[in-house]
């Protein structure tokens, strides 16, 4: 299309979208910046633009496009998640609760929204509103379609509940995610903690085996086998 019409600012910005979901930053960043120049960028192309830079880890970029999103569109809750994501990694808790927070007030119900907000409590060493708030995303997921069930809360709360040695309430939230994610060694590595604990040893070996598998590179998990 754009071999016949290269003066087209949406022609370039999809190109660069396309390339944003097939993980070259580069390039998309390129067709964005061609897209710009043809006609003024939208809020969203901006917010797709910090996600470039988040895939080139490139931080400060990645917050000042994401915010000058939310600047142009306070309304989009899509940017405030996105930049809530980015300060969380920034180690920036305080601005990332803000964010996630205005993400709930755009979008109720939000179980990713809820379950960062959970995350950045943990951060902020504020574990019961943590668990309270991985509480909430998993009723709020169990009311939407079976297929949209994440096990993020699942395990995260289980996380929690481990840590404070709650083996009863952590192992089914553990199965729950591992059963949704069965291919994810973070779950079976948890799995191997809980039932260490438990002293059942032959369980702990099978689940940190598959870790192991999972992810062949990681040295701690070989340790813990």
Known sequence: YLMDNDLSGDGHAMLAYALLRENKPADSLKEYTRAAAIEKPSAQMLERVGQDYVLLADWPD??????????MDPADSDAWY???RIRYTEQRF????????????????????????G????????????????RQAIEWQKEGPLDQISEQPLLNLGIVLLHRGKLAEAEPLLTQAAALAPKDPRIHEQLG?????????GAAQHELRQACELDPKNSSLHFLL
């Open 62 to 71: 990645a917050d000042k496009w994401t915010l000058r999103a939310v600047q």
């Open 82 to 84: 996105s930049l809530g």
């Open 94 to 117: 305080s601005d990332a609760l803000s964010s996630f927070q205005q993400v709930l007030k755009l979008s109720p119900k939000s179980v990713k929204a809820e379950n960062n907000l």
């Open 119 to 134: 995350l950045t409590y943990e951060a902020l060493n504020q574990t019961d509103a943590a668990a309270a708030a991985y």
């Open 193 to 201: 903690h809980l039932y260490m604990q438990k002293t059942d040893y």
